[in-house]
C-alpha cells in the first residue's frame, strides 16, 4: 500500500480559551492537488502553520509520508500569504529563489554550485529563467509570486503548501498561476488555501471545505448542505470543473 503524503488524527488547537481547529482528521495520498476553502477565520492558514510545525497543537498527530517533518528537512515547501520585502533591496530573482537551498547549504557560507543549478531549474519550471539576473523587486506581481513558488521548489519538497497564492493578483494573472501548480502537481502532493472557489475547483483534484472542522472531498464536487454549513450562508450555486455555480448572497447571515 503507497504511504499516504499527510495523514493528521484527532488534531485540536486552542487560542486563548476558544477552540480554532478541532477533530482535524485527514489522509491526502500522493500526487493529490487539495484545494482547501471556507470563510475568514475558518482556521486554513492556522491549519498550514500546524501541519508546517509553526504552531503547536494542543492534541493529535500530524506525519509527512510516514514521519515528523522535524526529522526530513526540506521534505516540505511553502508559499506563505503576502510575502512582504522591500522592493527596493538590490537581491536579484536567482538569489531569491537560492533562499529556498538553506536547509541543504552550508551555514554561512555562499551557495554552491549545485545549489544555485538547483534554484535555475526551478525558475525554469515557473518560466523565469530569463529574468534570473534581474532585481526581484522590478518584477510585476504575477512574477514575484512565480518566483516564491520557485524558492520553495528549490528545496526539493515532496510536498508543496501555498496559502492564498492569488490574494493579491487579477484574475487573469492568478489563473495562469494555478495552472502552472496544476502543472506542478504531476511531480508532487500540493495543498492550498484558497478563497477562489469557482477557480481552484478548474485544477485541483479534491476539495475541503473547512470551518474549524474540515470536510474532506474525495473529488472536486462538494454537497451544498456542506458549504452552508461551513461558510452559514445559503448556496445557489458552486463552481465544479468549470465556472457555472456562485454562492448565494451572504445577507441576514454571519460569518
Not at 510516514?66 to 526540506?74: F, R
Not at 484558497?194 to 474525495?218: E, F, P, Q
Not at 458549504?227 to 457555472?244: S, T, W
Amino acid at each position: 500500500m503507497t504511504e499516504a503524503a499527510l495523514s493528521i488524527s484527532d488534531l485540536n488547537l486552542s487560542f486563548r480559551g476558544v477552540r480554532v481547529l478541532e477533530e482535524i482528521n485527514l489522509e491526502l495520498g500522493q500526487g493529490e492537488f487539495l484545494g482547501i476553502i471556507g470563510p475568514n477565520g475558518a482556521g486554513k492558514t492556522i491549519l498550514l502553520k500546524t501541519i508546517l510545525g509553526l504552531i503547536k497543537p494542543d492534541s493529535g498527530t500530524i506525519r509527512v509520508f510516514g514521519g515528523s517533518l522535524s526529522k526530513q528537512p526540506g521534505i516540505v515547501g511553502y508559499v506563505p500569504q503576502y510575502a512582504k520585502f522591500d522592493h527596493d533591496f538590490p537581491i536579484s530573482v536567482l538569489d531569491a529563489v537560492c533562499m529556498g537551498r538553506l536547509a541543504h547549504a552550508k551555514l554561512l557560507g555562499p551557495y554552491s554550485w549545485h545549489d544555485r543549478s538547483i534554484a535555475e531549474g526551478a525558475l525554469k519550471k515557473v518560466g523565469l529563467y530569463e529574468f534570473k539576473e534581474k532585481q526581484l523587486g522590478r518584477l510585476s506581481g504575477g512574477q514575484i509570486q512565480r518566483v516564491l513558488i520557485a524558492r520553495a521548489l528549490a528545496c526539493q519538497p515532496k510536498i508543496l503548501f501555498l496559502d492564498e497564492p492569488t490574494a493579491s493578483l487579477d484574475t487573469p494573472i492568478g489563473s495562469t498561476v494555478y495552472q502552472l501548480l496544476e502543472e506542478l502537481s504531476e511531480d508532487m502532493t500540493i495543498i492550498l488555501v484558497s478563497h477562489d472557489i469557482g477557480v481552484i475547483s478548474k485544477h485541483v483534484t479534491s476539495i475541503a471545505c473547512m470551518n474549524k472542522r474540515l470536510h474532506y472531498h474525495h473529488s472536486k464536487e462538494i454537497n451544498p448542505t456542506v458549504l452552508e454549513e461551513v461558510y452559514g450562508c445559503p448556496v445557489d450555486l458552486l463552481a465544479h470543473g468549470h465556472a457555472h455555480r456562485v454562492l448565494g448572497k451572504h445577507e441576514d447571515h454571519e460569518h
